[in-house]
T-cell receptor
């Protein structure tokens, strides 16, 4: 039981390049989330998916797109990376029985 | 605007020296208050959920409490392995989003 997994762990992009961050959970959770964490800013919600087939914007969605591929997987895409998107990205999931969210290990992204 | 504020930003303790971390919130219709622990380079690890004022939860040396305006994480006789950043988050009224504070970084020295 791996919980929430994220790939890659580290990534360096040049401005304007695109990439997709992958997230998968094996806890049969319905809801999944993408956050970014910046020094001095705390965790901020980018997008979430309350259930398979639905996605909604969070606090900071600009510059990102998401896909809920199936119940297990939720990906985050940067179409044209900018230095302001340098951050640590966390995926999380939660089940229907409670509101606790469980987090993955994170992806550290640097955009130069 | 929903907001969660944690204090202090950093706290240094000697092993065995008990203290408390504060989390004050202005989240309209708060559905729950969550505490997480985050080690360097890792994702947040869930500790506690509190749903109503007066509620308390304990786990080893940690105890979380909730009032109508704030939550406290009490650390009793801490050990060096308790060193981490502790995050507080409020669940919004719709139940769709956690609003996180910036965290308190705790260092416990032996």
């Amino acid at each position: 039981n791996a919980g929430v997994t994220q790939t890659p762990k580290f990534q360096v992009l040049k401005t304007g390049q695109s990439m997709t961050l992958q997230c998968a959970q094996d806890m049969n959770h319905n809801s999944m989330y993408w956050y970014r964490q910046d020094p001095g800013m705390g965790l901020r919600l980018i997008y979430y998916s309350a259930s398979e087939g639905t996605t909604d914007k969070g606090e900071v969605p600009n510059g990102y797109n998401v896909s809920r591929l199936n119940k297990r997987e939720f990906s985050l895409r940067l179409e044209s990376a900018a230095p302001s998107q340098t951050s640590v990205y966390f995926c999380a999931s939660r089940g229907v029985a409670s509101y606790e969210q469980y987090f993955g290990p994170g992806t550290r992204l640097t955009v130069t | 605007e929903d907001q969660v504020t944690q204090s202090p930003e950093a706290l240094r303790l000697q092993e065995g020296e008990s203290s408390s971390l504060n989390c004050s919130y202005t989240v309209s219709g708060l559905r729950g208050l969550f505490w997480y622990r985050q080690d360097p380079g890792k994702g947040p690890e869930f500790l506690f959920t509190l749903y109503s004022a007066g509620e308390e939860k304990e786990k080893e040396r940690l105890k979380a409490t909730l009032t109508k305006k704030e939550s406290f994480l009490h650390i009793t006789a801490p050990k060096p392995e308790d060193s981490a950043t502790y995050l507080c988050a409020g669940l919004n009224q719709a139940g769709t989003a956690l609003i996180f504070g910036k965290g308190t970084t705790l260092s416990v020295s032996s």
